[in-house]
């Protein structure tokens, strides 16, 4: 009789690190659709990079948990690329929440993932694609003034949203950039309104092809 393997499988789609040919770059998203949706609709070159993106509906500190599970469960190696993507969620239920958020973060640094973050929500993203934005808004806000700037009503699990804002992505990384200067020292969990999400884009853009 066959001898089963006994190696450990995770829900991780592994490939042959002997015949690795492509860095793994993993994202690890709180929200199920909206962030997925809008990071697989970058153009990278699939024959330099594997990217894997998880939408796991959880909060901070528990996705961060589950970015390390996944990552220490695979085969990574160090040419590979780890992200985190979460909001600032406000709980007044847990008394804990700012400090879950700063926490998570740094939990998430500590453990070789990178943190693209939003204060308060993602669309605050898309938002500085339009303009250059420094007050702090409510989440509906965010999206009647999404709904405004788009000319049609906006829906956080867009498939298009990646296409409807790509000319306008340089502004909103200047934008980005910019924002997070006014803050001195930083402090994610106060710093509202401020993204890091534009890190991230940046790095998915070096590997789409010219």
């Known amino acids: ?23 793994w770059f993993l994202i690890v998203c709180e929200g199920e659709k909206t962030e997925p949706n809008y990071f697989r609709s970058f153009p990278v070159d699939t024959k330099v990079i594997k990217l894997d993106i998880k939408g796991e509906g959880k909060n901070t500190k528990s996705l961060v948990e589950k970015a390390i599970e996944l990552k220490n469960d695979s085969e990574s190696d160090e040419t590979d690329r780890f992200w985190c993507v979460f909001d600032r969620d406000k709980n007044p239920k847990n008394p804990n929440d700012s400090q879950n958020f700063n ?8 453990n070789g993932i990178d943190v693209a973050y939003s204060n308060d929500a993602f669309e605050l993203w898309y938002l500085l694609h339009f303009h250059f934005y420094n007050t702090g ?15 049609h009503e906006y829906k956080k699990n867009s498939e298009t949203i990646y296409e409807e804002l790509k000319d306008k992505q340089q502004d909103a990384i200047k934008h980005a ?26 790095e998915l853009n070096s590997f789409i092809p010219d």
């Open 1 to 23: 009789m066959k001898k089963k393997s006994s190696s450990r499988r995770t829900n991780i789609d592994y490939y042959n690190r002997k015949v690795k040919t492509r860095r």
């Open 103 to 110: 926490s998570a973060i740094t939990m998430a640094r500590n």
């Open 137 to 151: 808004i409510s989440r509906q806000d965010y999206q009647n003034m999404l709904t405004k700037l788009l000319g």
């Open 177 to 202: 950039k910019r924002l997070l200067q006014e803050y001195e020292p930083p402090n994610p969990e106060t710093d509202n309104p401020s993204t890091t999400v534009h890190f991230l884009v940046e």
